[in-house]
């Protein structure tokens, strides 16, 4: 065990919402579910192992307990579905990119992708990821003066940069920078709580967000579809990035590739579940470290150690220090607070009963910060994860989820998160500009909203 903890100045409490004392009515919950849904929670939500939040046409139970997460998520999955408030936002972009799948599809899907996302693969994938973060470096570096970054922005610029290169190394770079440019505005339109689900209105109830996002998913579909097709026509292509091999890639199972139309929504899928959320990771990251200077120190001691070298998969491994530092980082700041799903039929969760067609609220953001689970959970405390730190339940700490569909950019991001911190982290001073105004902002993803900071070469 390490001593940080006691380093560490005990009344810094990283940004977030107190628990409000008492459950608001039903008004302000609406409207606070759709600002920040995680301002909306009062303190029982972070006590209770399982929580009725919702009672429209079906009951929403938020589920806490670490067994019952994996009972919903491992044991049982195959009475869930994703849920409908999940669904209303992203299928019609994602339509059956595997997020969004459900059965044969997201099997054949999953099955096929598997291979893309296999250790080897991923380390084959480093020296995009570093080609990346050096480009972002160089543009510090040649900066004219230091006025401080929205490094939010900074992030979301990198990790598109490099699931786009991975996935569609070949495409025109315009029609990358097309496709984040409209993919951001329709997340960023419809990220929010849908609150027709939450009343659980009927699916065709037009929601105003999904009319207003309907021209920039036209525009990120229609590159997308064109940029699949014209690959589909040229099929002599060496097999260069995720794109080619998602097409050629037989099933192991059914023997068929993916039709088209499947490799565009996975493509979609990989673009827009692949940056966001890892781009955010950083970002908190960054935060916490700005926040706790000895952390800083010893990460960036760690990272030194490289000596500038490319982490591969035996030093990431060795990372000890840095990797407790990602991962207390997404315990509190999970970059995916909500996992949504539906029961397809009955079920009992600790002695509760689950009506088949009622919803399951499942939230990194409550159970990474649960009483009964962590001690001090408001605090950074890297050492959690450190090796002889006391074993954390499983389903107690899912940045990623959990079961069969659990995420499949895992390993992806973490040496992503990595090699970028290993190139920035020894090279550049970060400060927060103006640590009070940070606070975590629930979309479909967690964003650090004002997180500006000065990047001073060191
Ligand atoms: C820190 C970064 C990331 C976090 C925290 C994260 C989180 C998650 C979570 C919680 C799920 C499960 C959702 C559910 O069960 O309903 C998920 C699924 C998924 N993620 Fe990630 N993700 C990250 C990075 C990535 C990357 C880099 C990619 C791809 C390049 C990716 C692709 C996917 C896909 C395709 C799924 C759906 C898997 C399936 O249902 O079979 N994610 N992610």
Redesign the pocket.
């Known amino acids: 065990m390490t001593d940080f903890a006691m380093d560490a100045p005990a009344f810094i409490r990283p940004a977030a919402p107190w628990p409000r004392r008492r459950t608001p009515s039903l008004l302000t919950a609406l409207r606070l579910l759709r600002d920040n849904p995680i301002t909306a929670f009062a303190a029982v939500a972070y006590d209770a192992p399982s929580l009725e939040i919702g009672r429209g046409r079906k009951r929403v139970t938020l589920v806490n307990d670490p067994a019952d997460i994996e009972q919903v998520?491992v044991r049982n999955a195959e009475r869930y579905a994703?849920s409908d408030q999940?669904q209303r936002r992203l299928k019609p972009a994602l339509k059956d990119?595997?997020?969004t799948a459900e059965g044969d599809e997201?099997r054949s899907a999953?099955r096929v992708a598997a291979p893309l996302f296999s250790p080897r693969a991923i380390a084959a994938l480093s020296s995009d990821m570093r080609f990346a973060a050096d480009a972002m470096a160089r543009r510090w570096l040649e900066r004219a003066d230091d006025t401080p970054l929205d490094l939010s922005a900074e992030f979301q610029r990198l990790t598109y940069e490099i699931?786009s290169r991975t996935v569609f190394s070949g495409a025109l770079d315009e029609d990358r920078v097309r496709i984040h440019a409209s993919m951001a505005i329709y997340f960023d339109t419809l990220g929010r709580i849908d609150v027709a689900s939450v009343l659980g209105l009927p699916k065709w109830w037009p929601s105003l967000s999904a009319v207003r996002a309907r021209p920039s998913l036209r525009v990120f579909r229609g590159v997308v579809d064109r940029v699949v097709r014209e690959r589909s026509a040229a099929p002599g292509r060496e097999a260069a990035d995720l794109l080619d091999r998602l097409m050629r890639a037989p099933d192991p199972v059914t023997g068929r590739t993916l039709p088209t139309h499947a490799v565009a929504d996975n493509v979609l899928?990989?673009l827009s579940?692949?940056h966001e959320?890892?781009g955010n990771?950083l970002a908190w990251i960054l935060y916490l470290l700005a926040l706790f200077p000895e952390a800083e120190a010893r990460i960036r001691e760690e990272l030194e150690g490289l000596s500038g070298a490319t982490p591969d998969r035996e030093a990431i491994e060795r990372l000890t220090f840095s990797r407790a530092v990602v991962n207390e980082a997404?315990r509190l700041y999970?970059?995916?607070p909500f996992?949504?799903r539906e029961a397809l039929e009955a079920d009992e969760l600790s002695g509760q009963r689950i009506a088949r067609g009622d919803e399951v609220v499942i939230s990194?953001w409550i159970v990474h910060r649960r009483r009964a689970l962590w001690d001090e959970p408001d605090q950074f405390r890297p050492e959690r994860f450190l090796p002889g730190a006391p074993e954390i339940p499983r389903g107690a700490f899912?940045?990623?989820?959990l079961g069969p569909?659990?995420?499949?950019?895992?390993g992806?991001?973490l040496q992503?998160?990595l090699i970028v911190l290993a190139r920035i982290l020894p090279a550049f001073r970060f400060t927060l500009a103006a640590p009070e105004k940070v606070f975590p902002q629930a979309r479909i993803t967690l964003q650090p909203a004002g997180l500006w900071m000065t990047v001073r070469p060191t």
């Open positions: 998520l994703k999940q990119g595997l997020l997201w999953r699931v899928t990989f579940a692949g959320t890892t990771a997404m999970p970059p995916a996992i949504g990194p899912i940045p990623f989820g569909r659990i995420c499949i950019g895992q992806f991001a992503e998160i």
